[in-house]
T-cell receptor, first 114, second 112 residues
């Protein structure tokens, strides 16, 4: 939604720099994690996911790192572009429970300065 | 984009009126979800469906009901809308419980 960026942590970077967005998840039993990107006025868009048997996964210009010891997830965006400006949030899932439910973080607003 | 269509995209209505939002998918996915998104709260699950006529409550289900009479359509109904239900509503779908959910572009609902 248009107001989803209000009250969020923000990260401002210069075009071409690398960005790192962090997420602390809540359930130590969670075993599936997703990063989403949400632009103003649009729905969340899937970026990349990772399962708990991995600690790193790479996509196109994005890398997700998972540290289960401290329940921490990060999204790295290489060579950040103005089109990367959006709200980014993580989601977690515990497949041993109600495995059709995701728990979403509140998000980080990324602003890319040209 | 995943084949998800939400309608209407915008709606303004008055307190006490019934409202129905529709989510239509062309992906033949089993799971469908309704979320609301409000500043400071992130996405919160209202109801979800794990098959035709199979639905269950999410964390903020009070005041909402859903129906799924066929795979492609998931309806969210506010029986008697209240101002606290002013929000942006998103529908999502997934092929299985442990796969990414894909979202529609939302319905902005204002209740005056």
């Amino acid at each position: 939604g248009e107001n989803v960026g209000l009250h969020l942590p923000t990260l401002s970077v210069q075009e071409g720099d690398n960005s790192i967005i962090n997420c602390a998840y809540s359930n130590s039993a969670s075993d599936y994690f997703i990063w989403y990107k949400q632009e103003s006025g649009k729905g969340p868009q899937f970026i990349i996911d990772i399962r708990s048997n991995m600690d790193k996964r790479q996509g196109q210009r994005v890398t997700v790192l998972l540290n289960k010891t401290v329940k921490h997830l990060s999204l790295q965006i290489a060579a950040t572009q103005p089109g990367d400006s959006a709200v980014y949030f993580c989601a977690e899932n515990y497949s041993g429970g109600s495995n059709y439910k995701l728990t979403f973080g509140k998000g980080t607003l990324l602003t890319v300065n040209p | 984009d995943a084949g998800i269509t939400q309608s209407p995209r915008h709606k303004v209505t008055e307190t006490g009126t019934p409202v129905t939002l529709r989510c239509h998918q062309t992906e033949n996915h089993r799971y469908m979800y309704w979320y609301r998104q409000d500043p400071g709260h992130g996405l919160r699950l209202i109801h979800y469906s794990y098959g035709v006529k199979d639905t269950d409550k999410g964390e903020v289900s009070d005041g909402y009901s859903v129906s799924r009479s066929k795979t492609e359509d998931f309806l969210l109904t506010l029986e008697s809308a209240t101002s606290s239900q002013t929000s942006v509503y998103f529908c999502a779908i997934s092929d299985s419980g442990n796969q990414p959910q894909h979202f529609g572009d939302g319905t902005r609902l204002s209740i005056l």
